[in-house]
C-alpha cells in the first residue's frame, strides 16, 4: 500500500476511533477505506479490528471517571464478552461475504429501535426482571453482541448500548464508558484470533492502530461532556445511517 493509501486509512481510522468513542458506527468509515485501497473483504475486516483496538483503548481512558464502580459489573458482563468476541471472530473467518452482507444491516437496524425504545422497555421491566438478574441477563446479553462484534463490530457500541441499557439501571453516560471497556475486550479477544489465523497487513495496522488511538481519546472526552439525552441522539442518528447504508449496499448487490 502506498502513501496515498497509508494517508487514506490512516485518516479514516483517525475519524472512526472518534466515532466510535461517541456512539459506534466507526467501522463504517474504516472497513470500506481498507476495501477501497485493494484489502480483500475478509483481510480488511481483520485489519480492521486489530487497528481499532487502541482507538477502544483510549476512549475507555478518556472516560475513566465514569466507570468508577462499575469494577464488579465488569467482572460479571467482561469474561462472556470477550468468549463472543473470539467465537464472532472464528464465524467471519468461516462464513461468506454474502451472508455477512445480508445480516449486518438487520443487526443494526435492530440496535437502533432497541436504543429508541430503550426507556418503554426499562419501564416495562421494572419489576419484571429483579434487580439480582438484571446483571446476568446482561452478561447475556453482552455475550451475542459480542459475537456480532468479533463477526464485524460495525456499530458494536449502538448494539451493546442499546442491550445494557434496558437490563442495566444506570445512566447512559455510564454505560456509554462501560461500552467502550466491553468494545475493547471484544476486539482484543476477536483480534487474537485473527493475529493467529488471518492475514494482516501489519503496515496498515500500525497506521491506524495510531490514528484510532488519537481518535479514540478525543472522542473519549467529548463523550464524556455529552447529556444523556444528546448522547442517545448520536447514537441513534449514526445507527440509522450506518443501517442505511448497509441496506443500500445489500440492495445495490
Not at 455510564?174 to 494482516?200: D, E, G, M, T, Y
Request: aromatic letters at 6%; a positive charge.
Amino acid at each position: 500500500m502506498d502513501v496515498a493509501h497509508l494517508a487514506l486509512v490512516g485518516a479514516a481510522a483517525l475519524a472512526g476511533g472518534a466515532i466510535n468513542a461517541i456512539a459506534g458506527g466507526g467501522s463504517l468509515i474504516t472497513f470500506p477505506a481498507l476495501v477501497a485501497c485493494g484489502l480483500p473483504a475478509v483481510a480488511a475486516s481483520a485489519t480492521n479490528t486489530v487497528a481499532l483496538c487502541p482507538g477502544y483503548f483510549g476512549a475507555a481512558l478518556a472516560q475513566r471517571a465514569q466507570l468508577a464502580g462499575q469494577r464488579g459489573r465488569g467482572a460479571r458482563i467482561l469474561p462472556v464478552a470477550a468468549l463472543g468476541g473470539i467465537a464472532g471472530a472464528l464465524l467471519l473467518l468461516h462464513t461468506t461475504a454474502r451472508a455477512f452482507d445480508i445480516v449486518v444491516p438487520f443487526l443494526l437496524a435492530f440496535a437502533v429501535v432497541l436504543l429508541g425504545a430503550q426507556d418503554r422497555l426499562r419501564a416495562w421491566l421494572g419489576g419484571r426482571v429483579p434487580r439480582e438478574t438484571s446483571e446476568p441477563m446482561a452478561a447475556i446479553l453482552a455475550g451475542l453482541a459480542a459475537v456480532y462484534g468479533g463477526y464485524f463490530g460495525a456499530g458494536l457500541g449502538i448494539v451493546i448500548l442499546a442491550m445494557l441499557g434496558v437490563v442495566v439501571d444506570d445512566t447512559l453516560v455510564r454505560l456509554s464508558a462501560f461500552k467502550q471497556v466491553a468494545s475493547l475486550v471484544i476486539n482484543v479477544a476477536a483480534a487474537a484470533v485473527f493475529v493467529a489465523i488471518a492475514p494482516l497487513d501489519w503496515t496498515v495496522v500500525l497506521v491506524m492502530a495510531a490514528a484510532s488511538l488519537a481518535g479514540g481519546v478525543i472522542g473519549g472526552a467529548i463523550a464524556s461532556r455529552v447529556s444523556a439525552k444528546a448522547l442517545r441522539a448520536v447514537v441513534m442518528i449514526v445507527g440509522a445511517a450506518v443501517s442505511a447504508a448497509y441496506f443500500v449496499r445489500l440492495l445495490a448487490a
